[in-house]
């Protein structure tokens, strides 16, 4: 030992100024190989028990160990807390306030969405109306959406009149596109007549 340190090599864990230098590994000539020698790990600690490994400092960037609640045991799951109002009762003092109780309509007035008006009639009377008008030579078919076109427009202006639908003219179109396709069908069945009975 030189001055008080361990046996040469032979301490690892030394300062670099008390430190000595270890032994150059031998030859392969001499019999012992570079694998042959000791590992810092092998070496002998100076007072002959190994030293601890140094206590680390918490790295500032590691992942905090989870911090887990004390759980009841299985089995043992607590009851829901029970509202002042009494069991199944909803209360104002858990979660939001209760939702005010709804103002009553003022008389007159439905509330809620407007009502969308009911086109239907004065549209299927401006097509039966047309459909009877262009089809006038075929007589079966231009006498019977003739006759619906006129019904459907009138039922159509009468629901215009009233504010619940909003077409008037499309059914108003339907009645004399209907009334004239009514009667170019009867118009072609009398000539036909005539014509039958002239031969």
Not at 63 to 68: D, E, F, R, S, V
Request: overall charge neutral; glycine content about 14%.
């Amino acid at each position: 030992m030189a001055g008080g340190t361990t046996p040469q090599g032979s301490d690892p864990w030394a300062k670099p100024q008390d430190a000595v230098p270890a032994p150059a590994p031998q030859s392969p000539a001499g019999g012992r190989g570079i694998h042959d020698s000791q590992t810092v790990t092998a070496m002998p600690a100076a007072s002959g028990t190994p030293h601890p490994p140094s206590p680390q400092a918490p790295s500032p960037y590691a992942t905090p160990a989870p911090q887990h609640p004390q759980y009841p045991q299985q089995g043992a799951v607590p009851p829901p807390p029970v509202s002042p109002a009494g069991p199944g009762l909803p209360s104002a003092a858990y979660g939001h306030p209760a939702a005010p109780a709804p103002q009553q309509a003022p008389y007159g007035w439905a509330g809620g969405m407007p009502v969308q008006p009911s086109n239907g009639l004065g549209v299927t009377s401006m097509v039966t109306g047309i459909v009877s008008a262009v089809l006038c030579l075929f007589w079966p078919v231009s006498i019977i959406t003739g006759i619906l076109g006129v019904v459907f427009g009138f039922i159509g202006r009468s629901k215009a009149r009233r504010g619940e639908a909003t077409n008037g003219g499309q059914a108003l179109a339907g009645i004399i596109c209907g009334a004239f396709g009514l009667l170019m069908g009867v118009g072609v069945i009398t000539l036909l007549v005539i014509l039958d009975q002239t031969h």
